[in-house]
């Protein structure tokens, strides 16, 4: 199961593309809320190599993911699969962090719209392991996003 979301930002394309493609584009919103994602290398072309830490950067969702017997932080290899500059890139990265789940591949594609002084960035999420997995990943992407919607406004 794959989950679409779309935004329609106001920004240029230009500054839309280098979210995914630059390490402080990358740093400046990636993580749900509560964490952050602390880029290690970056290489954006295709076949290109992505690492970053995912840490949980408040008290209260440190000590959520100890009580949950879980590491406040963790490493993630990614890969930038498909690399077509300012129209779609794909992401693919390793799930390997998982206590009791085989590692697997998981892709996240991206499209690039623009709109005039907006621009259209289109995210589809392929499924995780399990439907439950695969919800924590929608609502965990969507609370990421949520910190470039209060950045630029969004109207879709």
Known sequence: MSIVIARVYRASLQDVWDLWTTKEGFESWW???????????????????????MAADTAEMIATMEGAGQPASHPVTARFSVFEPRTRLVLTSMIDFLPGVEPYENDITVTFEPLGDSV?????????????????????????????????????
């Open 31 to 53: 993580g749900p809320e509560g964490f952050r994602g602390d880029v290690r290398e970056i290489d954006a072309r295709a076949g290109g190599v992505l690492r970053y830490e």
């Open 120 to 156: 259209r960035m289109t995210v589809t999420l392929s499924g995780m392991h399990d439907p439950a997995f695969t919800e924590m990943q929608r609502e965990g992407f969507t609370s990421q996003l949520s910190k470039l919607d209060r950045r630029f406004g969004w109207t879709a």
